[in-house]
């Protein structure tokens, strides 16, 4: 399990969950939208950006890095493709901040020295997930983020006992659904050899009520009709149709009709 894909889903369904961890959030946090944006000239990707709203000044940036991990690495990596990406981009943004999100302190690189400036100004903040105390006496947003590095059974214990926290105390945060799908989210990361039944029992919440059993539902269904379709290619093309035909009546891509005539034989 690679905990930091945790991360990217819980902050793409709540970005405002970030801005727990940020020292200074921006006012206008709840709006902030979670991105991967493509940097040209080389072109790749930056999967960890909270994008400002539209119209509010000033139009800061967030570029969110977790690791859990070594990366002797990781500085380069991250600084190098985030002042990339503002080159690229000079006339978008007023300010920006870095985040880097570790397991704990033993996964800094060995050397730091050559980014000390950055790493020690205020425009960058390291997170250490194992030195943020008890998950009883942090934040409901600190706690959750807690949740991804406890053992399985701490992990159960613990969430039940944010659940409970949950249902009895007014939460401002996020809402309470949002909040028992993060719970969930991440139980199902954890634990993706038990059936829903167990992880219901495990958790004492219906997932079949989460938007994470919903959007796998649905993806299941998706992954269905796909099958059905990479089915019916080779048995249509063996009535006479063309690869071509076949791929627009499926709406599949020429290759995806060829490799499936290629499986079927």
């Known amino acids: 399990m690679r905990r930091d894909a945790i991360f990217y889903t819980i902050f793409k369904r709540t970005p405002r969950l970030f801005f ?48 859990f991990q070594r990366d002797e690495l990781l500085y380069h990596r991250f600084f190098s493709e985030s002042l990339l990406y503002l080159y690229r981009n000079p006339s978008l943004y007023d300010d920006w901040y870095g985040v880097i999100i570790l397991q704990s302190r033993s996964l800094e690189p060995e050397n730091t020295i050559i ?19 008890s998950s009883d006496e942090q934040t409901v947003g600190m706690s959750l983020m807690q949740l991804t590095i406890a053992s399985n059974s701490q992990m159960v214990e613990q969430a039940k006992r944010l659940i409970e926290r949950v249902q009895q105390e007014p939460i401002s945060v996020l809402a309470k659904d949002d909040i028992i799908d993060v719970i969930t989210t991440i139980a199902v990361y954890k634990f993706a050899n038990l059936s ?14 989460t938007k994470v059993y919903q959007e796998a539902k649905e993806e299941g269904r998706q992954k269905g009709r796909q099958e059905v379709k990479l089915e019916l290619a080779p048995q249509l093309l063996a009535h006479g149709m063309s690869i071509e035909e076949v791929a627009q009546l499926l709406s599949l891509t ?8 290629e499986q079927e034989s």
């Open 20 to 67: 727990e961890l940020v020292e200074q959030p921006p006012a206008e946090a709840s709006s902030y939208r979670f991105e991967s944006v493509e940097v040209k000239e080389p072109t790749f990707r930056i999967d960890g950006v909270f994008l400002p709203p539209p119209n509010t000044t000033p139009q800061t940036i967030f570029f969110a890095e977790v690791q």
């Open 115 to 133: 980014h000390r400036s950055l790493l020690n100004s205020s425009q960058v903040q390291r997170i250490y997930l194992d030195e943020l105390g």
């Open 196 to 209: 829903r039944e167990e992880v219901e029992a495990m958790l004492g919440v219906k997932l079949e009520e």
């Open 254 to 261: 020429i290759e995806q009709v060829r490799l499936a005539t």
